[in-house]
């Protein structure tokens, strides 16, 4: 096995184990030492001790589970899947602001931004989902009838017939007040006169 390689100034040369330039008065030497005791990481091309390649595996490139969804992944991209990607990271509504997971969002924001809410400057009622851009486009103003819909309501109103003459409710009530006293006082004289002629009769 070649020991090293010629580089064009001749003081140095590359260790064929590490690729490293080592000076060309230490490179038997380093490369004793370098092939016993390191190697290279068959990922990430990291030279390490031969005694720790195990332990370099484990805690670098063995595969890792996503405390979230249970997907397996190696571990550098774990904390990005964490953050942008677990179907299962904790995600809030952009309308009401409740904690979800991320798979429920577009199925919550779908029934939530249809939910209304009354605009104060303009008092008409606005979907969540449409209220940023109702904000910037409001002026307060309600909106404009069409002028169409104005001149069809005139003419509706102008062929209904008038209301009825408010009723005197006072004067009917004392009509039927007396109608009600005279038939009274008709019965109490009838009953009265009976009375007497059945006396006399059983005398």
Do not use: W
């Not at 001749?10 to 330039?21: A, E, N, Q, S, Y």
């Not at 400057?121 to 851009?133: D, F, G, H, S, T």
């Amino acid at each position: 096995m070649a020991v090293a390689s010629h580089r064009p100034d001749d003081t140095t040369k590359i260790c064929t184990h590490c690729d490293r330039d080592i000076p060309i008065s230490n490179i038997d030497l380093h490369y004793a030492h370098c092939s016993r005791n390191l190697e290279k990481c068959k990922i990430c091309g990291d030279m390490v001790p031969i005694k720790h390649a195990d332990e370099h595996y484990t805690s670098t490139h063995a595969p890792v589970t996503c405390s979230l969804c249970s997907e397996e992944m190696t571990p550098e991209i774990l904390g990005v899947h964490k953050g942008e990607k677990c179907p299962k990271r904790i995600v809030t509504c952009d309308y009401c602001e409740f904690p979800l997971p991320a798979i429920d969002l577009f199925e919550h924001q779908e029934v939530c931004g249809n939910r209304t809410e009354l605009c104060h400057l303009c008092n008409r009622y606005i979907r969540l989902r449409e209220r940023a851009a109702h904000e910037v486009a409001c002026n307060g103003a309600p909106p404009e009838i069409p002028r169409a819909i104005r001149e069809a309501e005139r003419e509706r109103a102008a062929r209904r017939p008038p209301p009825p003459p408010p009723q005197d409710f006072s004067t009917r009530r004392l009509l039927f007040t007396i109608a009600i006293t005279g038939i009274a006082i008709l019965l109490g004289s009838l009953l009265f006169q009976r009375k007497p002629e059945d006396m006399t009769q059983v005398n």
